[in-house]
Structure formats: C-alpha cells, structure tokens
C-alpha cells in the first residue's frame, strides 16, 4: 500500500486517527495520531516523549523517540470505528 491508497483507505473507512505504535519488550508503546498526519508520520516519525515510554531514570526534559510508519502493517480496528 502507498500513501495515496492509504489515504483513500481512511476516507472509505470514515478513519479519523491512526495508532502509531512501537514494541519496547514487555510493552508495546503507541500514541494516537490524526489520519491527516499520515505524510508527518511516515517521513518523520510520531513523537514518542521518554517518560511516556518508561525508561527510567531520564527527566521531563530527556530526548523523544521517534516512530516512523511503515504502510505494511496498516490495518483497521474492527472494534473501534473511525
């Protein structure tokens, strides 16, 4: 799947917002985005903040981790519409 089909996929599945999602071992990590950022999430990255993530011992103020999406393992959420 490319972007454009992407998009075209959020619009007929009346998608709102995207779950962009890591594995840190035990846990997976995510954080919802607006289907709108798709091209931010792809080429940039979703943001993740290192407190969110769970690494312990860095400060508010420690470095984000970014997440760049991969078009491959999108897919809808049958139990959460939009």
Do not use: H
Request: a neutral charge; one cysteine or more.
């Amino acid at each position: 799947m490319n972007r454009e089909q992407a998009k075209v996929f959020f619009e007929q599945n009346n998608i709102r917002y995207v779950l962009a999602q890591f594995v840190d071992i035990p846990l997976p990590r995510r954080r919802p985005c607006r289907s709108s950022t798709l091209d931010m999430v792809l080429t940039d990255g979703a943001a993740f903040g290192a407190l969110r993530c769970g690494v312990s011992g860095w400060s508010p103020e420690g470095p984000d981790y970014m997440a760049v999406g991969e078009l491959a393992t999108l897919q809808n959420i049958p139990w959460m519409p939009g």
